[in-house]
C-alpha cells in the first residue's frame, strides 16, 4: 500500500513538473531559453560519460569521442539548430595539424562534434587539473586529451612535448586561440601565441575554421537558427621560426574573421551534418 501511495506520489509530481516545464517553455522566452541551456548541459556531461565501460575497450582512441560527438548533434536539433559544415576539401592529410577555431560559448562543443568524424584522429588539450574531475576527467583521458601544465616554469619544454606527441599521433589538435569566449561581438579577439608556439614545435600546419557568430544567443533568447562551420585552406609553417610567428598570427587573424563575417553576414551553402531535408530530386 505505501509503495503505491509513492508510485502515485511521484508520478503526480513527474506530471506537475512536465506541465510547468512545457508552460514555462510555451509562454516565456526566457523559460524556454534556460530549458535549452539546462538539457544541454545535462546531456553533454552524461554523453560525455555514460559512454566509458565502452571507452575502456580502446584507451586512449579518439574515436572513443564519436558517440558524445554523435549525441550532441542529435541535440541541436531539439535546441532548433541547423549544423552546416564546408570546406571539408580543404582538410590536411598525411599529417597533423593545429586547428584554429574563433570561440563563442559552451555551444562550441557541437562545434568540436562536427569536426571531430570529417577530420579524423582529433584532439584536445586541457590542463592537468581537469583529469581529476571525475568521471569526466577519465572520459577525457580514454578520448586522447592531451593534459598539460598550465603556468609552469618549464612552459617551453612543455610545448616541446606536448609537439612530439603530436606528431608522433600525426593528431589534429583543436584549439581556441583567442583565449575567452566572444559571445555577442562584432569583432575576432586578439590571438594568443600559444597555438602558434605549438604548431612550430610540432612542425605541423595550421588548419583555420571559422564558425558564424551565434546570432540566434542574445537577450536571455535560445531561438532557433543556423550554426556553419567553414574548414579553410591551411597556412604552412614549414620553415617557419619564432620570428615568423607574427606573420602567421596575422594571416590566422585576417582569413579567420573575413570567414567570420562573410558566414555571419550571408548564407552559405548547407553540406554535410545538415539536418534539413533538402529535395534534390533524387
Excluded at 580502446?58 to 550532441?72: G, H, Q, S, T
Excluded at 570546406?87 to 562545434?111: A, K, P, R
Excluded at 600546419?205 to 574548414?231: D, H
Amino acid at each position: 500500500m505505501q509503495f503505491c501511495s509513492l508510485s502515485m506520489g511521484f508520478i503526480a509530481w513527474s506530471l506537475a513538473i512536465v506541465a510547468f516545464l512545457t508552460l514555462l517553455w510555451t509562454l516565456s522566452d526566457a523559460g524556454k531559453c534556460l530549458i535549452k541551456w539546462v538539457l544541454f548541459i545535462t546531456i553533454s556531461i552524461g554523453v560525455a560519460t555514460l559512454p566509458i565501460p565502452i571507452m575502456l575497450l580502446r584507451p586512449r582512441d579518439p574515436k572513443n569521442a564519436l558517440i558524445p560527438a554523435a549525441a550532441l548533434r542529435a541535440c541541436s536539433t531539439f535546441l532548433g539548430l541547423t549544423l552546416s559544415v564546408e570546406g571539408v576539401e580543404n582538410i590536411v592529410q598525411n599529417t597533423g595539424c593545429v586547428v584554429l577555431i574563433n570561440h563563442q560559448s559552451m555551444l562550441d562543443l557541437i562545434v568540436l562534434a562536427c569536426l571531430w568524424p570529417i577530420m579524423d584522429n582529433c584532439t584536445v588539450i586541457s590542463k592537468k587539473e581537469v583529469f581529476y574531475v571525475q568521471p569526466f576527467g577519465l572520459a577525457s583521458w580514454l578520448w586522447g586529451t592531451i593534459f598539460i601544465e598550465r603556468g609552469s616554469k618549464n612552459a617551453l619544454d612543455a610545448v616541446n612535448k606536448t609537439g612530439e606527441i603530436i606528431r608522433q599521433r600525426k593528431a589534429r589538435v583543436l584549439m581556441f586561440p583567442e583565449g575567452t569566449r566572444n559571445l555577442g561581438k562584432n569583432k575576432l579577439l586578439p590571438l594568443k601565441k600559444g597555438a602558434f608556439h605549438l604548431a612550430l614545435a610540432s612542425k605541423v600546419p595550421i588548419q583555420p575554421v571559422a564558425v558564424c557568430r551565434y546570432k540566434f544567443l542574445k537577450n536571455l533568447r535560445f531561438e532557433s537558427g543556423t550554426l556553419k562551420i567553414k574548414i579553410l585552406p591551411i597556412i604552412p609553417t614549414e620553415g617557419c621560426t619564432k620570428d615568423d610567428i607574427p606573420k602567421l598570427m596575422e594571416d590566422t587573424y585576417r582569413v579567420l574573421s573575413e570567414n567570420l563575417d562573410a558566414l555571419s553576414d550571408s548564407g552559405v551553402k548547407e553540406n554535410r551534418y545538415s539536418n534539413r531535408t533538402e529535395k534534390n530530386g533524387h
